[in-house]
């Protein structure tokens, strides 16, 4: 139907204008960190800034305007990056944020943003609610088994390496560039009970980020094959008119 070709045409440059939009704004956010702006580049930063707020402030209105109920695009996970994402220009114009330069870093969930518009993007986000409550089971018993880690270290190097594992949490840091396999060498045991720890805390340790890998990877084959099945039905029914914008 031509009136459904021309609706998909618009949405498909509305996708372009604010890919556009991201990727000049991830560089005007690079451009900021330069020494000796002159005050035209910072005023041509902030229209930059203040257009994409505009811009994107009006389509989260928008999508929150047509989400039914209101509240499931509120507390989606496009509607909270959404929010997330242009938050941080608001309170900026309530308080000073030079004191809180952490939320400026928030202006980076713009990137974020590209998902909505990208189908193999979208089926990521979709295996991850597929293996949701799987992948919670395993951060909490991944989070059990550091703390653990942690402490049984704590105990088998403190008092030979007091300046390394002077507490918990200085075990923690090695605990986690263990457990990730990234081994930077700053913190090691060197105790034969410490060695021995360390070798059944990874044996155990990697079955927790080898298991979640497997998930996603099943989750992704299901989200496409999810996929795969809508546009069947889609072609069948006759209504395959492209690509409708997501709640």
């Known amino acids: 139907m031509p009136h459904d070709n021309k609706g998909s045409a618009h949405f498909g440059k509305w996708e372009y ?3 556009a939009l991201i990727v000049v704004n991830m560089i005007a956010f690079a451009v900021e960190t330069m020494k000796g702006l002159s005050p035209l580049a910072r005023q041509v930063l902030w229209v930059v800034e203040v257009v994409s707020v505009s811009v ?13 109920p209101r509240y499931r695009y509120a507390v989606s996970f496009f509607g909270i990056i959404d929010l997330i994402a242009i938050l941080p220009f608001y309170l900026g114009l309530l308080v000073d944020l030079r004191s809180l330069r ?3 870093l928030m202006r980076l969930f713009w990137l974020l943003k590209l998902m909505r518009y990208n189908e193999a993007a979208q089926r990521f986000q979709r295996a991850f609610e597929i293996a949701r409550e799987e992948m919670i089971l395993f951060g909490a018993m991944a989070a059990i088994h550091l703390y653990l880690a942690a402490v049984g270290i704590y105990y088998f190097e ?7 594992f002077g507490t918990v949490f200085d075990s923690l ?13 700053d913190a090691y045991p060197i105790t034969v009970g410490g060695k021995l720890f360390t070798f059944f805390v990874l044996m155990i340790g990697l079955g927790f980020i080898a298991v979640p890998t497997g998930l996603i990877v099943s989750a992704m084959s299901k989200a496409r094959a999810e996929h795969t099945e809508r546009e069947r039905m889609q ?3 006759g209504h395959d008119n492209g690509r409708p914008p997501p709640p």
């Open 102 to 104: 952490a939320l400026r």
């Open 158 to 164: 403190h008092g030979v390496q007091p300046e390394k």
């Open 235 to 237: 072609k069948a029914s």
């Open 56 to 68: 994107f402030s009006a389509e989260y209105l928008v999508r929150l305007a047509l989400s039914r």
């Open 17 to 19: 204008a604010v890919k």
């Open 173 to 185: 840091w090695w605990a986690v560039v263990t457990m990730t396999t990234v081994g930077y060498g």
